[in-house]
């Protein structure tokens, strides 16, 4: 069973600064890309930033220069270093990996998309 556990998420002050990790465990093959989403209260989960296994990331572009993500592969576990944080980063933010886990059809593994339960982040004076 795969799980995914996030942590570092709380209330801070504009401008200031949080790092969100999310470590993976279980029966994992392989990751193949690690990233986050989050959802404000009212809207739909939007994509924030993508890690793949070969060390290529993405940003959306209302996080870049202040949002940065990293992998720390012999670990599994994916970070989300925040900087400069405003009030409409406020939102719940969610881990999401791509993983191969071990199976027995022909291939040797199987692929799925596995999801954190959601770290809140408050961004208020």
């Known amino acids: 069973q795969v799980q995914l556990v996030e942590s570092g998420g709380g209330l801070v002050q504009p401008g200031g600064s949080l790092r969100l990790s999310c470590a993976a465990s279980?029966?994992?093959?392989?990751?193949?890309?690690m990233g986050w989403y989050r959802q404000a209260t009212g809207k739909q989960r939007e994509l924030v930033a993508t890690a793949t296994n070969n060390g290529r990331t993405m940003h959306a572009d209302s996080v870049k220069g202040r949002f940065t993500i990293s992998r720390d592969n012999a670990k599994n576990t994916v970070y989300l270093q925040m900087n400069s944080l405003k009030s409409e980063d406020t939102a719940v933010y969610y881990c999401n990996a791509l993983i191969s886990t071990p199976a027995t059809t022909y291939t040797g593994w199987a692929t799925n998309d596995y999801w954190g339960q959601g770290t809140q982040v408050t961004v208020s004076s």
């Open positions: 279980g029966s994992i093959f392989s990751i193949r890309a």
